[in-house]
């Protein structure tokens, strides 16, 4: 079943196209991430399908609502995490939870028990009581994210969810979104390709308002990445100088057996010190795709 | 889901010492300004008239006597008219009669018999304090003088002075109308603030509607008026202002400035994209509408077109119907097109501000 669908969805801003036809189809239970460089309309898309921006054209539903004729039902299902952390100041962080608990008219109870949880999942409880404005930015951040949890939604958009947080909160909250992975659709949008590897059942990669390839990171990864590689450091290395290609001091190769090339190199001279092999990536595959230039 | 917003904003405003310094302390401050411009201090030296209509030796003394009381200053009146006269112009602060025949109806109570002897005191009613303090200072003498408490008929009437001579009346509906129009830039400054911090964005993406979002700004921005009137009032009235109107109907005309005040903050952050575009022209805005509207000087004699300018203000309205409710006890009839038109006003700024958040914030 369709969670999320996109009909030729556009948004022009002053003759600059932000989103340019875009057609999408996300599936119940799925999490997408949209990949892309700095102004590729990742957030732009997200902010339609919240219900904040309206299309120059083209169509969304969300859950079966049209996202511009039913805004209020769209509203209901969404939980939303901007890209900026959004937060009320002068409230603690149970407030602030409260609030868009409240917003969302749950009750009292299930607020509190939902708050508990999630404070204690991503490690806010010890200052919990503090007004928010002495917080770390990070500390923000994981609060800003739970907000968009709280009334536990079916539909989550994700705007860098983990920009600026430490690895160990960034690994709870991997921990966390994989927990109801299958559950609850996910559109997620991130600069970091290892998130999006992990995370994701398939992957956009969006680059001036289009998506430009999309596809599973393994299937991505096949398709566009080069193939594995077999990197060898050692002793002696300009020994076989010619005879392979070296790099930064290591000795490249494509493809082998790994007990022939130690059996060859150690013949030559080379004293091994060690063997990796290299695997592709997806910032490969988003290199490949989107270019290397920065954008404007 | 109002209530939700509302509870959010009460703390925002409560808990930003800046934000609610500056609400509550403004009025104070302005209060304050007020007191040493117009109010007298309990120290101060006051200027009383005195009249004796009796030639007898027991009146001089007493009269002379009495002028070695610290804290009054005496001055002698030929006759009422005089001191009348000087009592209105504001030169002295009230004035005693001795009657004719103080000083043998002094003798007859001396030697125990039967003799009424009333002095005769006027007050400005505008300054309360200081005429208490006077009549009891001449309570307290005349027992040390005579022994007996002699009756002190004091004529209440309020004395028919012109009302621009009575500052704190005059003044004080200006004051607090001006104060709440601080309400401008708040309402728009935190509109504004939460626009561009992504906050309301937050909000709209909940299922609120732009009517409970905009009315979760008012109300508390309406209990912070509430407060903020019953401030003013109670340094008003700290400070010898009398209300000749209904005091409720006085209430109720700055309850419906807080409002319209409000709708047109509500106006300036649906057009405003940041706190420091809002905040500064909610200022341009209000300085010009203060001073064309009376609220510091009366309009009368001014060019008529100025007039015409400040009949498109409703802080015009405002100040007319508040100082015909203090100066003139002006009953309600007689302020009710001002209320009607406040009334009007403040509904049209309300849809106003609802129909342009709606196009231009919720898009
Ligand atoms: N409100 C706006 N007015 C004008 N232009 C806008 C507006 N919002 C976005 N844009 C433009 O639309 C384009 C897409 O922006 P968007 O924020 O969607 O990019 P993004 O993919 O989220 O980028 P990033 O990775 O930097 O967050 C950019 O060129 C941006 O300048
Ligand atoms: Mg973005």
Sequence with gaps: MTAIETYELTKEFNGLTAVDNLSLKIKKGELFSLLGPNGAGKTTTIRMLSCLLNPTNGKIKVLGYNAIEQPYEVKKVIGVSPQETVISEFLNSWENLELI??????DKKTIKERSKELLETLGLMERAKDPVHKLSGGMKRRLSLIMALIHDPAILFL?????????????????????????????????????????????????????VALDTPEKLKEKYSKKRSILVRGKNIEKVKGKYRIENNGIII????????????????????????????????????TGKELRE | MILALTSRNIKEIFRNKMRIGFLLGMPLAFMLIFNVAFGSSGEEIMDVGIINLDDSEISTTFIEAMGTISGINMISYDNEENALKDLKDGNILAYMGVPEEFGDNMMLIWNNQEAEINLKIKYDETLPNTASKFISIIRTYTLQFSGVSIPINIDSDPINISYEKNLVNFFAPGIVIFGLMVLIPTAGGMITHDKEKGFMERILTTPVSPTQILLGYSLPLFIVALIQIAIYMGAGFALGMRVYGNIFLLFAVYMLTALWCIGIGMIISAWAKREDQAEPFSWIFMIPVAMLSGLWFPLEGMHPIVKTIANLFPSTYSVDAARALVLKGSEFSAISNSIYILVVTTMILFLVGIVLFKKLVVK
């Design chain 1, 101 to 106: 608990g409240n917003l969302h008219k749950m």
């Design chain 1, 159 to 211: 705007d860098e969810p983990t920009l600026g947080l430490d690895p160990q909160s960034r690994r709870a909250i991997w921990k966390y979104i994989t927990k109801f992975k299958g559950e609850k659709t996910i559109l997620l949008t991130t600069h970091y390709m290892e998130e999006a590897d992990q995370l994701s059942d398939r992957i956009g990669i969006m680059d001036e308002g289009k998506i």
């Design chain 1, 254 to 289: 494509d493809d082998g057996n790994i007990k022939d090339i130690v059996e060859h190199l150690s013949k030559e001279g080379v004293t091994i010190k060690s063997i990796r092999i290299e695997e592709p990536t997806l910032e490969e595959v988003f290199i490949e795709i």
